[in-house]
């Protein structure tokens, strides 16, 4: 047995690292599908392709030593580019304790549908943005530090038109506001609603460059949108806002409890391993 085991722990080891790896990258495309990052990576990987292509069949011997020397610059400039997602992935990856269960992340849509819900009622305009995987503090300009826990009330105070910070788009991460008067970067998209304001075009902005979801109250009528992933949803109702933020953000916590699940299943795994081959040792 032991035997055995010293001949495929190798390749087994291998396939498990490729594994993981593999499913890291395709969470990390996932997270960029919808945005102007996935169009870059998209292009970025097209145009390599075509040119591998274009030498292997035309036998372009100079274009294919010139790749094959600047490949480690092709590298370097993906992580350039991506630096933000990046950094987001690998800290999600050192992060053993997961601080928000799904219950939590329950009441934190809660508390954003209470708010959204009074501010609605008495129209007054709100821009907030739900941070996911991709960190907002390099997409947004401006805005104050507010770093404190998210409440209905905080809320409803940081939007009251007599206040100094109520203009801008509040920026949230899980159950904390980190920080409100932010200004959002506005669409580029030709052909939208001439009625459409500020908000709704920042909203979509924002959800463009960046995985959050940013839901907008409309300061003249009441209405509630949501915009996420370059697309933005207009009057809908509370119900439809509470299911989409939970078919989002909780599943996003069930995504991190398989993980954890499969983490911890490894690790028994791999302790039972050890066990019976230090008693076949013995």
């Known amino acids: 047995m032991w035997q055995i085991l010293q001949i495929v722990w190798r390749p087994v080891l291998e396939i498990l690292i490729l594994t993981v790896g593999i499913y890291y990258v395709l969470i990390f495309l996932r997270g960029l599908r919808g945005t102007r990052g996935w169009a870059v990576i998209t292009g970025f990987v097209a145009l390599l392709l075509m040119l591998a292509l274009v030498t292997s069949i035309l036998d372009l011997r100079v274009l294919r030593l010139l790749l094959g020397t600047f490949s480690t610059f092709f590298v370097i400039a993906g992580l350039v580019i991506f630096q933000p997602e990046l950094r987001r992935l690998l800290a999600e990856l050192g992060n053993q304790a997961y601080l928000n269960d799904l219950n939590e992340e329950r009441e934190n849509i809660e508390v954003i549908i209470e708010t959204v819900e009074r501010l609605a009622d008495v129209r007054i305009g709100a821009l907030i943005a739900i941070e996911q995987s991709i960190q907002l503090e390099d997409l947004v300009e401006s805005g104050i530090n507010v770093n404190c826990e998210a409440t209905p009330e905080m809320l409803e105070t940081i939007f009251f038109p ?95 409890a ?25």
């Open 162 to 256: 007599n206040n100094a910070i109520h203009d801008g788009g509040v920026t949230m991460r899980g159950d904390r506001i980190l920080k409100a008067a932010c200004i959002f970067p506005l669409t580029q998209k030709q052909g939208l609603e001439k009625s459409m304001g500020t908000r709704h075009r920042a909203a979509i902005g924002l959800s463009e460059e960046s995985d959050a979801i940013v839901i907008v109250v409309s300061e003249e009528t009441g209405a509630i949108s949501y915009a996420y992933k370059g697309h933005l949803e207009r009057k809908v109702t509370v119900e439809v806002l509470r299911s989409f933020l939970t078919s989002v953000l909780v599943k996003r916590r069930e995504i991190r």
């Open 258 to 282: 398989r993980k954890k699940w499969f983490k911890l299943a490894w690790a028994r795994v791999r302790a039972n391993m050890l066990a019976q081959s230090r008693k076949e040792g013995e």
